[in-house]
Protein backbone atom coordinates (compact mmCIF):
# COMPACT_ATOMS: atom_id res chain seq x y z
CA UNK A 1 0.00 0.00 0.00
CA UNK A 2 1.02 3.43 -1.02
CA UNK A 3 0.95 6.76 1.31
CA UNK A 4 -2.14 7.88 -1.06
CA UNK A 5 0.55 9.09 -3.27
CA UNK A 6 0.82 8.18 -7.06
CA UNK A 7 3.13 5.39 -8.39
CA UNK A 8 5.94 6.27 -9.94
CA UNK A 9 6.13 5.08 -13.62
CA UNK A 10 8.89 2.73 -14.32
CA UNK A 11 11.84 3.84 -16.18
CA UNK A 12 13.91 2.22 -19.30
CA UNK A 13 12.85 -0.62 -21.23
CA UNK A 14 10.70 -3.48 -20.47
CA UNK A 15 11.86 -7.13 -20.11
CA UNK A 16 10.63 -8.56 -23.15
CA UNK A 17 12.45 -5.51 -25.31
CA UNK A 18 15.48 -6.43 -24.01
CA UNK A 19 15.13 -9.73 -24.65
CA UNK A 20 14.45 -9.01 -28.20
CA UNK A 21 17.25 -6.93 -28.28
CA UNK A 22 19.48 -9.88 -27.52
CA UNK A 23 18.31 -12.13 -29.90
CA UNK A 24 18.10 -9.47 -32.82
CA UNK A 25 21.86 -8.98 -31.74
CA UNK A 26 23.01 -12.96 -31.42
CA UNK A 27 21.64 -13.00 -35.18
CA UNK A 28 23.42 -10.43 -36.42
CA UNK A 29 26.61 -12.10 -35.00
CA UNK A 30 25.47 -15.64 -36.58
CA UNK A 31 24.99 -13.57 -39.44
CA UNK A 32 28.56 -12.23 -39.97
CA UNK A 33 30.23 -15.86 -38.51
CA UNK A 34 28.45 -17.44 -41.57
CA UNK A 35 29.33 -15.01 -44.25
CA UNK A 36 32.71 -14.79 -43.05
CA UNK A 37 33.33 -18.34 -43.31
CA UNK A 38 31.71 -18.61 -46.38
CA UNK A 39 33.73 -16.07 -47.96
CA UNK A 40 36.57 -18.15 -46.72
CA UNK A 41 35.09 -21.59 -48.11
CA UNK A 42 34.20 -20.26 -51.27
CA UNK A 43 37.85 -18.43 -51.78
CA UNK A 44 39.38 -21.61 -50.91
CA UNK A 45 36.91 -23.66 -53.32
CA UNK A 46 38.05 -21.13 -56.07
CA UNK A 47 41.81 -22.27 -55.37
CA UNK A 48 41.30 -25.77 -55.45
CA UNK A 49 39.26 -25.59 -58.68
CA UNK A 50 41.84 -22.92 -60.33
CA UNK A 51 44.71 -26.10 -59.26
CA UNK A 52 42.79 -28.91 -60.58
CA UNK A 53 42.09 -26.88 -63.73
CA UNK A 54 45.73 -25.79 -64.19
CA UNK A 55 47.09 -29.68 -63.11
CA UNK A 56 44.62 -32.15 -61.89
CA UNK A 57 47.16 -34.70 -61.29
CA UNK A 58 49.00 -32.67 -59.19
CA UNK A 59 45.78 -31.18 -57.32
CA UNK A 60 44.46 -34.64 -56.98
CA UNK A 61 47.82 -36.20 -55.30
CA UNK A 62 48.21 -33.09 -53.31
CA UNK A 63 44.09 -33.18 -51.72
CA UNK A 64 44.71 -37.04 -50.63
CA UNK A 65 47.66 -35.96 -48.77
CA UNK A 66 46.39 -33.21 -47.08
CA UNK A 67 43.14 -35.40 -46.18
CA UNK A 68 45.22 -37.81 -44.12
CA UNK A 69 46.61 -36.58 -40.98
CA UNK A 70 49.88 -39.16 -41.23
CA UNK A 71 51.25 -37.78 -44.56
CA UNK A 72 53.02 -34.84 -44.52
CA UNK A 73 54.38 -32.96 -48.67
CA UNK A 74 58.03 -33.10 -48.89
CA UNK A 75 58.42 -31.96 -52.53
CA UNK A 76 56.96 -31.42 -55.21
CA UNK A 77 58.71 -31.69 -58.70
CA UNK A 78 56.22 -30.24 -61.57
CA UNK A 79 58.76 -31.01 -64.47
CA UNK A 80 59.20 -34.14 -63.54
CA UNK A 81 55.91 -34.67 -62.52
CA UNK A 82 57.05 -36.31 -59.13
CA UNK A 83 55.13 -35.45 -55.26
CA UNK A 84 57.63 -37.07 -52.28
CA UNK A 85 55.36 -37.27 -49.35
CA UNK A 86 56.76 -38.52 -45.48
CA UNK A 87 54.31 -40.80 -43.95
CA UNK A 88 54.74 -39.36 -40.38
CA UNK A 89 54.13 -42.27 -37.72
CA UNK A 90 57.12 -44.38 -39.72
CA UNK A 91 58.92 -41.67 -41.06
CA UNK A 92 59.42 -43.37 -44.06
CA UNK A 93 59.69 -41.37 -47.53
CA UNK A 94 57.45 -42.13 -50.78
CA UNK A 95 58.17 -40.54 -54.19
CA UNK A 96 54.69 -40.99 -56.22
CA UNK A 97 55.17 -40.07 -60.09
CA UNK A 98 51.39 -38.41 -60.72
CA UNK A 99 51.82 -38.04 -64.42
CA UNK A 100 51.05 -41.96 -64.91
CA UNK A 101 48.11 -41.71 -63.18
CA UNK A 102 46.69 -40.31 -66.51
CA UNK A 103 47.44 -43.53 -68.17
CA UNK A 104 46.13 -46.07 -65.07
CA UNK A 105 49.40 -46.37 -63.86
CA UNK A 106 50.57 -45.79 -60.23
CA UNK A 107 54.33 -45.84 -59.45
CA UNK A 108 55.76 -45.37 -56.28
CA UNK A 109 59.29 -45.24 -55.22
CA UNK A 110 60.93 -45.74 -51.53
CA UNK A 111 64.50 -47.30 -50.22
CA UNK A 112 65.49 -47.68 -53.52
CA UNK A 113 62.60 -50.05 -54.72
CA UNK A 114 60.12 -49.38 -57.58
CA UNK A 115 56.71 -50.51 -57.19
CA UNK A 116 54.02 -49.43 -60.16
CA UNK A 117 50.20 -50.54 -59.94
CA UNK A 118 49.25 -50.96 -63.57
CA UNK A 119 45.13 -51.07 -64.07
CA UNK A 120 44.11 -51.96 -67.24
CA UNK A 121 40.84 -52.49 -69.10
CA UNK A 122 39.86 -54.69 -72.07
CA UNK A 123 36.27 -54.40 -73.28
CA UNK A 124 33.82 -55.91 -70.19
CA UNK A 125 37.22 -56.87 -68.44
CA UNK A 126 40.22 -55.28 -66.09
CA UNK A 127 43.24 -56.57 -64.97
CA UNK A 128 45.54 -54.99 -62.50
CA UNK A 129 49.04 -55.44 -62.30
CA UNK A 130 51.60 -54.74 -59.61
CA UNK A 131 55.52 -55.10 -60.41
CA UNK A 132 58.80 -54.12 -58.69
CA UNK A 133 62.06 -53.73 -60.32
CA UNK A 134 62.71 -57.37 -60.93
CA UNK A 135 59.37 -57.37 -62.82
CA UNK A 136 55.40 -59.34 -62.47
CA UNK A 137 54.55 -59.32 -58.42
CA UNK A 138 51.02 -60.01 -59.39
CA UNK A 139 48.55 -60.14 -61.70
CA UNK A 140 44.38 -60.38 -61.27
Do not use: Y
Request: proline share 4%; net charge negative.
Amino acid sequence: MTNGGPVPAKKGLPTWAWVGIGCGALIIVALIVTMAVGFFVARKVKDVAADFEKDPALAAARMIVKLNPELEEVAVDEEAGTITVRNTTTGEVVTANFQDIKDGKIGFSSGGKEITIDASQAGDSGQLTVTDGSGAVGAR
